[in-house]
Structure formats: C-alpha cells, structure tokens
C-alpha cells in the first residue's frame, strides 16, 4: 500500500516541549504496520516553529523569508520522528519532492517536514500523496474530524463521517479563520486532492489508536471523498 | 530598487522555437536599466514544458511528477536567458528560495524557472517579490493587462489601468478556465501580494519596449493595487 | 547481468514531440527484462536540445555554454524515461559519474542524460560502461548499424554484422561530418570501449523489438568488437 | 579586521521564547561596526536545542544523532540573525567549515550555527577564528567574564580581567560542572586557540553595549590570552 | 552485528606509496564477514595527507585550513577501499555524520574519512560508532595495542590485554607526545566512548588477520572498557 | 582579461613531495597580476594521482573508477593553490563546468582540478578558456613549449615559436605516446581551441617568471595558434 500521513506540529510539539509519548506511540503503530510500500509522514512545525515566526515577524523580516524559518523547524521535527522510527524510517529528511519519491522507493517510511515558503504542510502532505500514488491520505490534527460547522462557537455542530471535498469546501468558506487558527486544508491541498481523486481521513492524532484504525481502513474519523 | 519580473514561458519559448530576438530584446533592456538592487526575473515554461508535461500524461504518471518535469524545463529558459544576460546576471539558476534570497545579495540580476512541483511560477514570482521586498512585481504575458471580461469572447471587454487585487479576484472568478488555458494569477500569488502589498503591473512582453516602461514606473498595461 | 544502454534523443525526442508510444515500448522492454543487475540508460537530446543550442549560438553564447543547455535537456529526457520506468528504476537522474555507480549499485535501473559540457552521451555511455563494469554497450540509433560506407549516398554501402573497433575507425575516417550531423561515436568513446575491452552493439532503435534481442544476446544490429 | 563572535543561545533563545530586543540590538551594533573584513558570528543553541537533545534521550536515540537534532537548531537561531542583520549578512548558512571560508571572502557577515554532531559551538567558534584568521574572538555569554572560582558558590569569587590560556584551564579543572551547566570553554576550542595564539574575550552578552566595546577593543570582561 | 573500524591512515597510505597487499587482505576480509548490519570503516590520512599539511604549513596557511586537506586526503583513501571493497560497500564517501546514518541503514559498508577540520579520524570513528549503535569500535594502528608505556623508550612496556577508558587516560597523559607523533585516542574520543558505553579494540593491522579475530571477537591486542 | 592557465600537476606535486617553492612563485606573479577579470587556473594531478590510480589498477578497479581518485587528487592540489592564493582566490573548489562559470563572475581567480573521468585536465581547460571566453590559454608544463618531434629522442629536435593547432596534431600524431607519458594536448582539447579560436601558450612551468611572461603578453615558449 502506499500511504502518505500528515502529522500535525501541534500534536507533537507544543508549547510545553514535545510529547515524547504521543510521539514514540505514533512511531511504534508506524513500524508496526509498515508494509514496505511507499509511506511518507509528513511532519509540521507545531509551537517551535510558531515561536521563530513571531519573531521573525517582530524583527521586521517579510512573511517568506519568515516562513522559511517555519520550514527549517519542520525538517527538524520530522527527523526526530525519523530516528524514532529507527530502521523503519529512512534517515535523511527529504527537501525536495524529488527526493521523497527517489527515498520512498527505497523501502523504509519517509518523513519530511516543509518543501519550501508559501506552501503549508498539507500542501505538501497532498502533493506527497500524488506523487507517491498513495491511495489515501491521513491527515492528524488535535479534532476528532470534519464538522457542520465550527464546534468551537456553535454547539449544534455535528462531526460528519463522510464528506465530498466540494461540501469541504464549503464548509470552509463559510467558517471564518483568523490568522494563526488552525486550518483543516487549503487551497493548493484541495485542487491536488480534486486531481488525483485520492480520499483523506482527518483523525484525531492525540489518540494514537487512531492512527492505527486509518491506516487499516477501519471507520474513524471523518473521510474526505474525491467525488 | 528591488523588482521582480515574471515573464510567461510562451512568449519565448514557442512552439516554433525560442524567439530568440525578443529574448535578445528583454536581455538588452534588462542589462541597460539594472541598478544594482535585488532583482529576479521569473521564467516560465512555454511550449517545451507543455510538451513534456503532455507526454509524461499520456505515460499515466500523476500529475506532481509530471510537474516536475516542466519545472525543470523552466529552469533552462531562465538559463538560457541568464546566459544572454552575461555578467548582468547571476550564473546558477537557483532551486530554492534561500537561494534566491542568497544569490539576489550580490549584485547581479538572478533568474529563476521554478522551484517546487504545485508551484506555478506566477506563484513563485511573487513569492520571490515578498522574499526580495521588490517594490513591485511585473508580470509580462501577450496580452496587453487585465480587462473587465474575457476580450476573445466578449466584444465590450475593456482594458483596465488600474485594479485592486480584491477585484481581480472577481473578475477572474467570472472567467472560467479551461485547463490549459492561460492563467493571470493564482489563489497563493494573491495571498502573497496581498499580504505583502506589492502592486503588481500586468504588461504585453511581446513587445519589449512595455518591459522598459514597466520597469521605468512609466504608465503601461494594468496596475493591480494590494488594496 | 551489468549493461549499459544508449538511446539516441532523436529516437524519441523529436520535432513533432515525444513519441510517447517509443518511450512506453522501450520501458516496458526494460523492466521486463531488467535482472537486477547494474543497468544504466543513458539519454540522449534530441530536438528539444537542439532547439536550444541553436537559440544559445543565436545569442552568440559560447559553446561550451550552449553545449550545458543541452545536458540540461538530455537530464529532462532521462526523467521522463525513469518515470516511464517506475518502480525498475531509480528515481533520481545522476550528474556525476560518481551518482552513477552509486545508483546502479541499488539494484535499479539507472538513468542519465549527459554529464558535463564537452562530453556527447555516446561518450558518456562508454564511460559508464567501463564504471559499471558493463558486459556490452548497447547503442540503439535511428540507423540499423554501421555500413561500409553512408547508407545515404552510397547505394552500395553494405550493413556489417560485426566490426572491430579499429575498422570503425577507419570508416568513420572516410564519412565526412558535417556540424549537427548523426555521429555513430568519437575519439573519447572509441579508447575506453578499446581500453576496457567493452563490446558495442548498433541497433536500430526505432523498433523496439530490436533493444530486446540485443539485451537478451540475439543477433541483431552491427556487433563493434574491441579487437 | 578578521573577527569572530560566539553568542551563547540561551542568551537570545530563552525558554520564553526569543529574545527579540535583544537579537535587534546585537543585530544593530554588528551592522553599524561591519568593516568589511571577515567576520563571523556563531550562534548557539539555547532552549529549543536543549528541548529537542532532551526529548531525543527520553526515545532512547543516542548522544550523537540528538546532537544532530541540536545542531540543526543552531543553525535556524543563526538564520533568524542573518535575516535580522538583512543586507550585511551572507543570507546562507554554512554546514562546513569551508563553505565558511568561502562565504567570509565576500564582504558579508557569516552567521553560522554548528557544524557536526561532537563539536560544541565553541569549538566551531574557535575553529572558525583560526581559518578566518580572526585577530579575536569575543564569546558572549550570560556572566560578566571569567572568575576566580565559580561566583554561584563562591561569594568570594573574583572577577578576572585578564588570564592566560592555562589558567583557565586549570581555574577550569576545578569547577566540577555537572551536565546541562554552561560551560565557558572546552578542550578542542582551548587547543585551537593556544595554537593559533588567538586572545579571546569573554564578555556578557546581556548587554548589547559589552559587544560593542569588544568589538572596538574596549576594555571589558575578561581577556583570555594565548600565553 | 553494528560495527565501526578505524584504519589508521599510516598502515595503508605510506611514504613508499599505497599497501594494495594490506588493503586487498582488509578489503577480502571485509567482503567475507560483513553480515548486513551496519558497518562503517573509518580510513586515516597517511603519508598523503601528512605532505599536504606540511606543504600548506610551510606556505603559512592556517591550521584549519591545512587540516582541510588532510581531511579531503581521507576521503580519498577512503574512496579506494570502498572500490576495493566493490558491492559490499557503499559506493559514495559521506562527508556529515547524517549521511554515514544514511547509507549505512542501506544494508552496504560505508565507508569515510574525516568529517570536518578540527576532528580526528579517531575522534570521528567514535562518533560514527555512537550514531550506530556499534557493539565495539576497532582500531587499527601499527603497534600491538596499548602498552603500560611507551614501549619504544621503556623496555618494560607490557602489552595490556584489557584497560578501563580511565586507566587508558592516565597512560596516556603520562606519555608525552609531540606533535606529529602517532596518537591512540583524543579527549573527543574518549569522552563519547565513556558516555557511550562502547568498547575499543586497539589492534595491529599489519597483520589483517588480527582483524578478523577482533571482527569475530577473539582475543586480540587491548581491549578498552568503557569502566 | 579573459584567462585561463593549465598548471601541469608534475611541476609541483612531484614524487619528492610538493615544490613549496615554486607554488608559492606562481601564486604571487598570479595574485600581482590579477586585474579583477574571469581568470581560471586548472592544476593537475601529478606524483600523488599517479599513485592512486596505480593502486587502484593493481586492486583490480576499472579505469573510470581509477580517474575519478585522480579528479579527487587534483582538486586538493587546486585547493592548496586557492589557500595560497589567499584573497585573491575564490575560496571553494568547482566541481561542474557551471560552477566555474559562477564563480568566475565573482571577481576572484577561480581554481579548480579535473571535473570528470574521462576528462584530462588539459581538456578541462580548453573548455574553461571557452566557457570563460578567454583570450588565451597558458599551458605549463615541465618542457620549454612545442618542438619539430620529440627532444628527448630527437637531437635535432627545435623549439617552435609559434605553430598552428593543425600543425601541432600533425606533430603529435608522428610521436608515439606510450601510456603514463605526458601528452601535450588531447583531441577534445585541440577541437575546443579550435572552434573557438582561442590560442594557446606553451610555457615551461619550471621558471615562473615564464608565467608572468606568458600573462604579459611578451613572447616565451610555444604560442599555438587556432588557424
């Protein structure tokens, strides 16, 4: 099978310093069910790289230069979820997609963070999916999936076991998202997933149970269909 | 002054070949009116790109390796222009934007295709706008600028001189794509400009002598305002 | 089995575009056969490469300069390729000699396009012939092998079913070349096949069915013999 | 003037994030005191380094693949500064010494973080003065110099205002110091600077206006000479 | 089995040229017991490098800098044992410890040089063994082992069988040693040994086959326990 | 100027060691003669190369392999040139053709060895001359310049001051040249000069006041001309 994971920075990395056990869960159900395909999880930046952003941003520094710093954080992540990984993962972090398809080939899970400026790491987690032809994509975040609306301001919001990625869509557009909030998908990850009719699960990532039931294709979470 | 050009692969490298004359023109104007400051000029693919992009289709590989393909072939338009350029022009093509960033220091004009798979290069251009603080981003295509509609289908469409980003949006909203089609801009290099306030100028490259204006500040095609 | 193969760019690289249905032909020949050995491919530039060295003289760029164009495209070309390959191949293009045989150490299917400036891909193909410790260099052009003397103006010219690499020489000596002109070898390719005692096998490229016999050892093309 | 200057990265990459004001006015003083010459600045991990080196043990991975983890912090802290001191600063960040070298001779501040696991950052600084031939090297830390004895338990603990190489390595012997404790100097930075007879300034780097003074060889901290 | 080797540079790559006789009984040994675990051979200068720091010494260049080209000398000889060893080894020379993790998951010897100026290959052996895991490092130099003291001025040296890392410290800093003279082991060295808890065997590889007896854990030379 | 210069690797990396000497002559006429222009200098192998490449022979490795140790040797020897050429060389070593070029837009003398096997360094440097647009190509070597036949058999062998690149292969082609002996040029080397008309000057590298001549202008040694 072959398989891309985004794994949220949140999740992982947080302000209080990074969730060893989260973290050493989520490696141990990865080499558990490593099948030798072509895996690849990709890595965001959590707190660490919010804090460099911010100061970044306070010292005056444009927005792409600053997020080249968020990247840097994200490869940093990734290659610690790699060597947790051990023999399981290959141990150098890819900057380049043609470097995650030419690793992902060679037998071992490929984690990765950022590729480059203006592009989030769902973007990349999408672009990874087609690249390497995965049949699905898991995206981890700190919710239990997709809602009718948002569960933060409207307690009637209901959590959707199946969703197309047009309703996604729209369910977006009329939510509105502040700077910083977290954001489920964007633009560039939509149009790629559209494309390539490849179906995305959002579980959340703070049960590592989870994870495991996506990656088997057992119901949970909320699943994003192509059509 | 720091400026971004971003010039359309079509205009140059056509399906009879490389316009080699109108390279040598925007080469000349490049070399006379180069100040010193950070400039990049922004190459796109053109026929070439389309070709391989076409064939590596036709093969049934997906969609982000056969982008990867055309990347590269923008890489070699902006080499062969940073070679017409001679010493003006920084002589790597780089493929990241910290190189970008790094090589626009110096004192030379750096030209660059592409950098990632699921980048357009009007995307990369304004991206390299922000990263470059350019005070304006120019976005030479062969049409004359941004008109109120669609001018080869609607006979009333008339030209613009000047366009918020927010507008632009809309307009373009209205105009459905086919793919293929030639695009104006994107969903990230509005983002981009809009959160970095470049204004961006939108000009016929087929005529050379649009650059020159453009780049003087001169009157010329559309001025699309961050506001 | 360690082998190298040599595609003309031509073959495939053409005027009216990618003959997609030559390129699938040939990847499907080559994975069926591949026996895990080191393999390498090397890809010529056919007309897109040409395009551009005729662009770059145009502009009055030096040769040498003109000529890394063209390595650049014969890169494209053996991506294409290594797409078209999947899994049986390695899934990045080497630039050095050194990538090479680390590559084909992997127990993939490497391919390459040209190295540097100054070195033609028959020439490159030799040499990697010799690094990879090839048994033959298979050397597929749009020609059905070497002829006493040019097919296109000799009506007598005879097809040779084996030659040695001195009487190569001589006929090539006689033909005279002009600029841009099909050349079956050169100086370079012609000392290592000598020195390292490397059969070459001329086929006729445009049917694949004839890649397929030479690999597999049957009769087919001009057998060069090193003595 | 040939100069080196480590900055200690729990100065500026605190536990409560970076110290913003304080990377502004280290960046400020570098800017307005850059002579041309070669100078570099290494900075040092801080925080999130230690963050990253400790969740990487709590895994169970060894001392030297989380001190790469370290290092890769060290050089998105060196980033941050080089954006900060914008067009002074060579905008690449060096992973080897001689890409160090490289960058020093184009009139540019380096900014660099470390270079391989088993080298501490003052180490790196130390190697760095000695291939730039720097005339000093000024380490900013978080105490006013070196002292007689250790000032957190020592009430009667001098501060020096000059002390040779060797006695501080013997002041140095006497302090037990337990892991995790800042440590002043180590073996390899001690032996280089003895070799190439480069004095050392040990400055507090709270106050910006300390690294001015250094810098203009202004008495201040402790002076450690080579003899 | 994780394994690391040091080769010391002398034993190979000596004033009267290269020892193929020594290096092909290394590499044939090598060949024959690798079991596909990850093993890294870590090679010296020798008389090459030696000359080359002496000549840039001479020209005034600076320690760094000269050390440079001892360390380029190492990758070199490395380079021939790596052909030596032909598929069994990893066919490229990691230059950062992130990419000796790399290669060796990939189930071939690697084999290296130096790393950086500033370390020695003893020191860079160490580093390699803890990024590996090694279950012992085995050090090849011209003498037995390690010696109650220096055997060529003290004619009751005896050979020690086994030594603790703090035992062999204070031979060590009892035996003067100038500069130029053959070192057993740096501060850098010991220290990751200690906290790693990795065994070193100091043996005579003149004799390849006592390289076989401590790769198979025989008796042979000094073995040094981290207690 | 325009210039690129050939320093045969047996003038100073010679069996005894390296001539300090006469390195460190030819760096100072280089670096008091410089005039800020794209200027090249390409060093060979000599006494160390050879070494290399006849154990590499004797342990059986192919001949491509074998070179790629002596373009590894001959970058070292351009990179103590570099270090004695201080500032005004540019501090890293090019690998590719087109570093060389971006190096050499830099305003420092660029250094370099081989690029390729199968390249000899004279072939490295025509191309250099062409890719840098060189006004001439100086060739140092340990004979005064080109004679009638060869002066080490030929008694009546004379010194030609000037002769034409058709005469000079009609020259070569009459002396045999047995394996190891140094060849003058080589035939893609001869076909570079001549297609780009550049001329070359045979100077013996032994008396470096030969090269300050050669630089100058003033007559000395063999000067080959392209018609």
Request: net charge positive; charged share 25%.
């Amino acid at each position: 099978m072959n398989l891309v994971i985004k794994i949220g920075g949140h999740l992982i990395f947080r302000k209080e310093g990074v969730d060893v056990k989260l973290l050493r869960e989520h490696a141990s159900i990865l080499r558990e069910l490593y099948d030798g395909g072509r895996w690849a999880v990709v890595v965001g930046g959590g707190d660490f790289a919010r804090k460099y952003v911010e100061a970044s941003r306070n010292l005056g520094i444009n927005e792409a230069a600053s997020d080249s710093l968020a990247v840097q954080v994200t490869r940093i992540n990734a290659r610690l979820l790699s060597l947790a990984l051990g023999d399981a993962a290959y141990q150098a972090i890819p900057a380049t997609l043609d470097r995650v398809r030419e690793y992902a080939a060679l037998g071992k899970i490929v984690v990765l963070g950022g590729l480059q400026p203006g592009q989030s790491t769902v973007g990349v987690a999408a672009l990874t999916a087609e690249a390497l032809e995965a049949e699905k994509l898991i995206i981890a975040t700190d919710v239990d999936g997709v809602y009718t609306s948002d569960p933060k301001t409207d307690p009637n919001a209901k959590l959707l076991e199946e969703v197309t990625l047009g309703k996604l869509q729209q369910i977006l557009s009329k939510t509105s998202h502040k700077a910083g909030e977290y954001k489920l998908i964007d633009a560039i990850a939509l149009k790629i997933l559209s494309r390539s009719r490849i179906p995305a699960i959002y579980i959340n990532g703070g049960n590592p149970e989870n994870l495991r039931k996506a990656i088997l294709g057992e119901k949970i979470g909320t699943l994003v269909k192509p059509e």
